[in-house]
């Protein structure tokens, strides 16, 4: 953190002489109250460090650690076993597979999400307006509900003697649906994990999208189609290009929630997501609360947060870039 | 940025490019945008349809897209069900104590970073958008460590801390932008005509962020409200929330659907009437500036 702030921060201080005029006012009183903004941001500063901060720290401290139910209950330091926690997750091949259904998933879902998302904010410019605001309206409701909710109406809908799914499934000719349990195939099961997280994610991505398309010149648009431009083409050169910056940070964000996919997953496995539905969110927990490996759980963290990072990295760029950040 | 929107939502209806377009393509356009609203709807409907069935309707194996017997069953069975309104407290609790503690925090930081400039400005507002990126999961077991060194496990306290710390980012980075977007002139002005500094703030700064500070209060409700992982964990039973009581519901005494999606309900009312309330700003603040117009 402290490269980036070197070259940043100097500025506004270095700059402070060469202001505008309009601003000279200013200076006089700052220097009277040079300590203020630090009063400011010290409750917050310490809030952060004491509750996000030190975990942090002691996160990676433990997973060079061997904490266990009896160190925990006793009170006793545990024992330092430095890369012995690493060595046994990454050697584990449940532990890889894990990794690699996270990945897929993420890849898979956030791909589905932003073209779907995408196209629905591309529809929502084409419908009368009434249309439109059903699917505002609708997408609200959506967007409204809290996650855990919105996977335990999931639950309801695929439940396997009562659901209304089966249900609907059994009019389609030639399949027969009764008693149907979409989690016995992880596939069938993360289908549906992945419909609901699509479903769930589609208005933020939908209305983003639509609030950055009507920033998209009209009247760039109508020349194009004068000038004979397909609709295809418009969307090539005209749109996508407008829209870029704003696809970009949604499909940043949609990376970083998907990627800890822990709620979904967790509820519609009753809060005991069977092997083939754990991602490295709900495994890094349930090694460290369910069987007390606290140590093996912060170390899945840290690597968690460490194949994350370049993405959040990127995303806080791109703040800076488009100059949201002044 | 609420200043913003409005104009801008003007311009979803006059912005709409009309040259060259057929109009069977607008009726196959509209035709996609009922049927993906209405499927879109579907899951929510279902819910409301269940909670108003009485119990042998909603475990029917045919079953009906209407309630045939509306009732109002499952929600007094919800209400009656043991802990229910015990969580539904404790919720209240510990989102107002996080939701006021992080405003009041955050609101000062927020003027910091939007109204002065000094030294380590840009590395706070790093700070401030990389903490929002932390999956808060990953913190759980150093957190119910610590909280459990400091006997705040099994507390409404120990949690309301954490909510705090964990919506406080979202609210600095909110308040920020709604503070930049009062002119800078009225401080000056202000200032001039002999005004001091904690004049201008509570005269100016704070009537004109009032707007702001609903909305940025409004959406750490809802994240507060919604959280269920970290009080679960930290918490037993009698000193969890709603949405936790959701999750026991299912495990403990097999699925009463009925019942269940009844709570379900009463826990999102105040959720989606809030994020109803204050939709426009939600997104902003995430994404806001991508688009120049």
């Known amino acids: 953190m402290s490269v980036v702030e070197s070259p940043t921060t100097r500025r506004p201080g270095g700059s402070t002489p060469h202001r505008a005029p309009g601003r000279a006012a200013r200076p006089r009183r700052r220097r009277q109250g040079a300590s203020t903004p630090w009063l400011l941001v010290i409750p917050t500063l310490l809030l952060l460090a004491g509750l996000l901060g030190y975990p942090l720290i002691r996160m990676i401290v433990l997973s060079f650690q061997n904490m266990r139910l009896r160190e925990l209950l006793s009170g006793r330091t545990p024992a330092w076993v430095g890369l012995d926690n690493y060595t046994k997750v990454l050697t584990d091949s449940v532990f890889w597979t894990v990794v690699g259904r996270t990945v897929l998933f993420t890849i898979v879902c956030v791909l589905i999400s932003v073209f779907i998302g995408l196209g629905i904010a591309l529809l929502m410019r084409r419908v009368a307006r009434g249309v439109r605001l059903f699917m505002i309206v609708a997408m609200m409701f959506v967007w409204a509900l809290p996650q855990l909710v919105a996977a335990q109406i999931f639950r309801w809908i695929t439940d396997s003697d009562f659901g209304v799914l089966n249900y609907v499934l059994n009019f389609l000719p030639g399949v027969n649906f009764d008693n149907h349990s979409w989690f016995v195939n992880p596939w069938q099961g993360w289908g549906v994990i992945t419909t609901l997280v699509v479903w769930a994610g589609i208005p933020f991505l939908a209305i983003t999208l639509n609030a950055g398309l009507t920033q998209v010149p009209k009247e760039l648009v109508e020349a194009a189609t004068v000038d004979g431009a397909t609709p295809w083409q418009v969307l090539r050169n005209i749109t996508l290009p407008i829209l870029k910056p704003l696809i970009t940070i949604v499909t940043t964000l949609s990376v970083i929630w998907d990627f800890g996919l822990f709620t979904q997953n967790w509820a519609l496995r009753d809060g005991h997501p069977e092997p083939q539905f754990q991602t490295l969110a709900t495994y890094s927990y349930t090694q460290a609360f369910g069987q007390s490996r606290y140590s093996i759980g912060s170390a899945i963290s840290v690597i968690t947060v460490l194949l994350m990072l370049g993405v959040m990295a990127f995303y806080i760029r791109q703040m800076f870039k488009i100059g949201e950040v002044d | 940025?609420?200043?913003?929107?409005?104009?801008?939502?003007?311009?979803?209806?006059?912005?709409?490019?009309?040259?060259?377009?057929?109009?069977?393509?607008?009726?196959?356009?509209?035709?996609?945008?009922?049927?993906?609203?209405?499927?879109?709807?579907?899951?929510?409907?279902?819910?409301?349809?269940?909670?108003?069935?009485?119990?042998?309707?909603?475990?029917?194996?045919?079953?009906?897209?209407?309630?045939?017997?509306?009732?109002?069953?499952?929600?007094?069975?919800?209400?009656?069900?043991?802990?229910?309104?015990?969580?539904?407290?404790?919720?209240?609790?510990?989102?107002?104590?996080?939701?006021?503690?992080?405003?009041?925090?955050?609101?000062?930081?927020?003027?910091?970073?939007?109204?002065?400039?000094?030294?380590?400005?840009?590395?706070?507002?790093?700070?401030?958008?990389?903490?929002?990126?932390?999956?808060?999961?990953?913190?759980?077991?150093?957190?119910?460590?610590?909280?459990?060194?400091?006997?705040?496990?099994?507390?409404?306290?120990?949690?309301?801390?954490?909510?705090?710390?964990?919506?406080?980012?979202?609210?600095?980075?909110?308040?920020?932008?709604?503070?930049?977007?009062?002119?800078?002139?009225?401080?000056?002005?202000?200032?001039?005509?002999?005004?001091?500094?904690?004049?201008?703030?509570?005269?100016?700064?704070?009537?004109?962020?009032?707007?702001?500070?609903?909305?940025?209060?409004?959406?750490?409700?809802?994240?507060?409200?919604?959280?269920?992982?970290?009080?679960?964990?930290?918490?037993?039973?009698?000193?969890?929330?709603?949405?936790?009581?959701?999750?026991?519901?299912?495990?403990?005494?097999g699925t009463a659907w009925g019942p269940l999606m009844a709570g379900a309900i009463i826990t999102s009312i105040p959720v989606v009437v809030f994020f109803l309330l204050i939709q426009r700003n939600i997104a902003t603040g995430l994404t806001a500036g991508a688009v120049k117009g």
Request: charged share 10%.
């Open chain 2, 1 to 253: 940025m609420v200043v913003a929107a409005s104009p801008r939502r003007k311009r979803v209806d006059d912005g709409v490019v009309t040259v060259g377009r057929s109009k069977a393509g607008t009726v196959v356009a509209n035709a996609i945008g009922v049927i993906f609203s209405v499927l879109m709807l579907f899951p929510v409907y279902w819910v409301l349809n269940t909670a108003f069935k009485p119990a042998d309707e909603v475990l029917a194996l045919t079953p009906t897209f209407w309630p045939e017997h509306p009732t109002f069953a499952n929600f007094t069975s919800a209400f009656k069900a043991p802990l229910f309104l015990q969580d539904m407290l404790n919720g209240l609790i510990v989102t107002v104590l996080a939701v006021a503690g992080a405003l009041v925090v955050g609101f000062l930081a927020a003027l910091a970073i939007a109204r002065f400039s000094f030294y380590g400005r840009k590395a706070i507002i790093l700070v401030v958008l990389a903490v929002q990126l932390v999956p808060f999961l990953a913190l759980l077991i150093p957190l119910f460590l610590m909280l459990q060194t400091a006997s705040l496990t099994n507390s409404l306290i120990g949690v309301s801390i954490t909510y705090l710390v964990l919506i406080l980012p979202y609210t600095v980075w909110t308040l920020r932008g709604f503070i930049s977007g009062i002119p800078r002139e009225l401080d000056e002005a202000a200032l001039i005509d002999g005004c001091t500094r904690a004049q201008v703030f509570w005269r100016i700064i704070l009537p004109l962020t009032g707007p702001g500070l609903v909305a940025t209060s409004v959406y750490g409700f809802i994240q507060a409200w919604n959280e269920f992982i970290i009080i679960n964990t930290l918490n037993s039973p009698a000193k969890q929330n709603l949405m936790a009581w959701l999750l026991q519901n299912q495990t403990t005494r």
